[in-house]
């Protein structure tokens, strides 16, 4: 690969796992989290890897690291979306600030960092930007509209950028996990742990999953690193779910 791929959210869960994949394979990884202690300590123990803090919500930081990032690192060749959050409850008894900062991060924060990168893409020609949705942008899900809708924002968003930058060789695509072993999914877990989000919740409409497990983050990560690979260099504007089957792909 010419050029680095920045990984926003790499601090933990899935945006660890990609950065480190990236670095297996040779590329060099801007990490990017809000969390500079997290990224941090991964660079440490790993040449590969440098880390920079900021929050992809405020767009001047966004701009900020997209621009020490090239000139301390090189061009940016691939940009991974992964830096999300979660706040969860009945939308009568949902927040206005919960709801801003669901949206600040996973959609305005995908749009900042894709705007930003794309901007340096375009001149070049070249490019690849994943986004890491969710699949609760396809199915609704009890107590978490915000999350879904944010998702849902950000997927619509990456496919539409997509088809803007089609023209110039650069590809957008969507890689949508399910439920995935992250201190993210662990939280939301009650007394039944793992077994029980892998059996599904028929009281709350939601299915299990077919293929039997969690998924780990790696299993996202390889998702992320085929799309943007030359193997994928036909594809753009896709959603690839990563869900063991949970959505029955509806």
């Known amino acids: 690969m010419n050029g680095i791929a920045v990984v926003t959210g790499a601090g933990r869960g899935i945006g660890r796992a990609v950065a480190l994949a990236f670095a297996a394979g040779g590329t060099r990884v801007a990490a990017v989290d809000r969390d500079g202690d997290a990224v941090a300590e991964l660079a440490a123990g790993h040449d590969g890897i440098a880390g920079i803090a900021a929050d992809v919500a405020v767009a001047a930081e966004v701009d900020a690291l997209v621009e020490r990032a090239e000139a301390e690192l090189g061009p940016i060749a691939v940009l991974a979306n992964v830096a999300g959050i979660l706040r969860t409850g009945p939308v009568v008894d949902f927040g206005d600030g919960d709801w801003a900062d669901t949206f ?147």
């Open 104 to 250: 600040a991060v996973n959609a305005a924060g995908v749009f900042h960092a894709s705007r930003a990168v794309a901007r340096r893409m375009v001149p070049r020609r070249s490019g690849v930007i994943v986004t890491v949705s969710s699949n609760a942008a396809g199915v609704p899900r009890a107590g978490m509209a915000a999350y879904a809708a944010s998702k849902a924002a950000a997927t619509h968003f990456t496919k539409s950028l997509g088809l803007e930058l089609a023209p110039f060789g650069i590809r957008c695509n969507v890689v949508a996990p399910g439920s995935t072993d992250t201190p993210m999914q662990r939280a939301l877990w009650g007394p039944g742990g793992a077994a029980a989000v892998v059996a599904g919740d028929p009281a709350a409409f939601r299915a299990g999953i077919p293929l039997g497990r969690l998924a780990a983050p790696e299993d996202i990560a390889d998702a992320v690193l085929f799309l943007a690979s030359d193997r994928a260099r036909h594809i753009t504007m896709h959603d690839l779910y990563v869900d063991g089957g949970a959505t029955l792909r509806a």
